[in-house]
């Protein structure tokens, strides 16, 4: 569900650059409220994804559902929100730039890289762990017979691979995947826009979730990696 929901994503991407004509399509609503569908629409996904993902939010699931499913949960109900958010996206006509020539190829590469850059920090993460199969497989190990509801140890906080780079490289490798593009639809632009203004203010609730979680680890990680983002602005 998870691989389906991204896979999901980048079709809704692609289809936003073929919205080009001036005039909106048969039915379609005027930009301005398009738009404002698009932003609520987005943020009824981004509330879930910031609001569930605070550890007391955590505590208060894991009275629903058994501990070891809490994360599995989260991630199906951030698929299916995002299943929604992609088959109710409103249209946006419109063309707000096109790059040919050597140029187009630069910004295409520049895409390529926030693929890779996003494949590498989810290989750092460990994508069992990113999408709840890790989390049952520890409970299922580190629980006895006498105590199956004993949970696992937390990991410790570990700084690897392209996390060396920025604290948050999956919404750098976003940036890089939804912005540089040689066909800058009106579409594409507000999906740009309204998903990169989510990701930038849910940054410092996530960072305060990881400082709770991890202590003077994670402060100490801050102090080394000082970027959250875009190396020399944020």
């Not at 392209?162 to 939804?178: K, S, T």
Request: proline share 7%; aromatic share 14%; net charge positive.
């Amino acid at each position: 569900m998870f691989g389906a929901s991204l896979a999901s994503g980048i079709w809704l991407y692609v289809s936003l650059g073929r919205l080009v004509g001036s005039a909106a399509p048969l039915g379609a609503r005027p930009a301005a409220v398009a738009i404002l569908a698009n932003l609520l629409l987005f943020g009824l996904f981004a509330l879930h994804h910031s609001l569930l993902a605070r550890a007391g939010a955590k505590a208060r699931l894991t009275r629903v559902v058994p501990p070891e499913l809490e994360r599995t949960t989260y991630v199906w109900a951030a698929s299916l929100l995002f299943f929604l958010v992609v088959l109710a996206w409103q249209p946006v006509p419109g063309l707000v730039y096109q790059v040919d020539g050597w140029g187009r190829w630069i910004l295409y590469a520049l895409q390529t890289a926030g693929v890779a850059l996003t494949l590498l920090a989810a290989r750092a993460i460990d994508p069992r762990e990113l999408t709840g199969v890790q989390q049952a497989w520890s409970y299922g190990v580190s629980a006895d017979a006498a105590h199956p509801e004993t949970p696992p140890e937390p990991e410790p906080f570990v700084v690897r691979g392209a996390y060396g780079l920025v604290r948050h490289p999956i919404y750098l490798g976003w940036f890089l995947m939804v912005w540089p593009t040689p066909l800058m639809t009106g579409g594409r632009l507000t999906f740009a826009a309204i998903s990169s203004f989510y990701l930038l203010i849910a940054i410092p609730w996530e960072e305060r979730s990881l400082t709770q979680q991890y202590g003077e680890a994670y402060l100490r990680y801050t102090r080394q990696v000082r970027w959250r983002v875009l190396p020399g602005l944020y």
